[in-house]
């Protein structure tokens, strides 16, 4: 998806600024997004910011065209999303979370991707 709507201007801009705040880490975002595999996506680091950048350039680009929420609902790494799509978080912000979230997850020594889940 990001292939196709990368030749958008605002979607561009926001994946580019988004690869600009990973730049200082070693994280080069735009070769996640544009060529990376499902074994670049493996990696939990790489999988978090390129699904971040993804929510923060959608949601500019559905804000250039005039489309903005009423309220945003998200759920582990959409939290993040969330708090760019209602001004909480900058774009930097959001996608400098996501890779810190990363990097701890891989640093942790918890079962990769798990999930616990608490009934009522």
């Not at 580019?16 to 493996?42: H, S």
């Not at 996501?98 to 942790?108: D, I, K, P, V």
Request: include cysteine.
């Amino acid at each position: 998806m990001a292939r196709s709507l990368y030749e958008l201007q605002v979607f561009r801009k926001s994946l580019d600024r988004c690869a600009a705040a990973l730049k200082p880490y070693g994280l080069d975002l735009i070769e996640i997004v544009m060529n990376g595999t499902a074994k670049t996506l493996e990696h939990c680091t790489s999988s978090f910011v390129a699904i971040i950048a993804m929510q923060v350039a959608l949601t500019d680009t559905l804000a250039s065209l005039g489309i903005k929420p009423d309220f945003f609902v998200g759920h582990s790494l959409g939290e993040l999303g969330c708090g760019y799509a209602d001004d909480t978080l900058t774009a930097e912000q959001a996608v400098l979370a996501a890779y810190w979230r990363g990097q701890a997850f891989l640093e942790s020594d918890v079962a990769h991707f798990a999930m616990a889940a608490i009934g009522e």
